[in-house]
């Protein structure tokens, strides 16, 4: 039996704004209340969109069908699996996984010195991300709140069912400038030369790592496509970018 969908509770659910952060599309918002981008403008309080130079219109399940040439059932699914689905899984204690320095680190010029610091390891007890490197992460609250993997063999990374991305090394962080980057590996290379930084772990920038890096006052983006980000972190920081 095929999933049931209640499309007028996910167009009405859903605000354009959050879908446009989810898909890292850039926008300005104007003082009557609408969203403008390349190719659409958003009525903000009808959650409904245009295209001014094209016939396309609708609401938010329209829009991400367009974008990534969906089927409507297909896009409205992916709306409700990420925005609108909670996990019905009871709450677990977090593992405490032993986190073993190996020869990849090395050859990717991590220290055991460092690899201990930044708690980063090879996991060898039984676990999900067994035979995976694991990134011990931390939430806004500089709390453990899980791990994130790398398979080594693969050149893929990992993410446990249920991980929430918040801002990778944050809670380490005391300086005022940061640099911001959208993977682990080029923080951790910042990091080796002494720069204070952090990661976004992704492309896309959620609420919560948004105020994360709000506390910043300068923060230099190292992202390929930043136009969404920069617009969103400029409301309380300076920011500069670079794509290097």
Not at 172 to 196: F, M, N
Not at 200 to 206: E, H, P, Q
Request: charged share 25%; aromatic share 10%.
């Amino acid at each position: 039996m095929s999933e049931f969908i209640n499309f007028s509770e996910i167009s009405q659910k859903i605000p354009f704004k959050d879908l446009l952060d989810w898909l890292n599309i850039p926008y300005t918002a104007t003082q009557n209340g609408e969203l403008k981008g390349e190719g659409f403008i958003i009525t903000t309080s009808k959650n409904l969109y245009f295209n001014p130079i094209g016939e396309d219109k609708g609401s938010v399940i329209n829009f991400l069908a367009k974008q990534k040439g969906l089927d409507l059932r297909i896009a409205a699914l992916e709306l409700k699996k990420n925005f609108l689905m909670e996990s019905k899984e009871p709450k677990r204690e977090l593992p405490n996984l032993e986190l073993h320095y190996c020869k990849f680190l090395e050859e990717k010029g991590i220290s055991q010195e460092m690899a201990k610091e930044y708690e980063i390891g090879l996991v060898k007890q039984h676990s999900i991300i067994s035979g995976k490197l694991a990134f011990k992460v931390y939430d806004e609250l500089s709390n453990h709140s899980g791990y994130v993997a790398y398979n080594i063999s693969k050149d893929e990374w990992f993410f446990p069912k249920g991980f929430k991305r918040t801002l990778y090394n944050a809670h380490r962080i005391t300086a005022q400038e940061v640099v911001l980057t959208i993977s682990i590996w080029e923080t951790l290379d910042y990091l080796e030369k002494g720069i204070p930084s952090v990661s976004l772990i992704g492309k896309t920038m959620t609420d919560k790592q948004a105020e994360q890096l709000a506390k910043f006052i300068n923060i230099l983006v190292i992202h390929p496509e930043p136009e969404n980000i920069l617009v969103r972190l400029a409301r309380n920081s300076y920011v500069k970018v670079s794509s290097a």
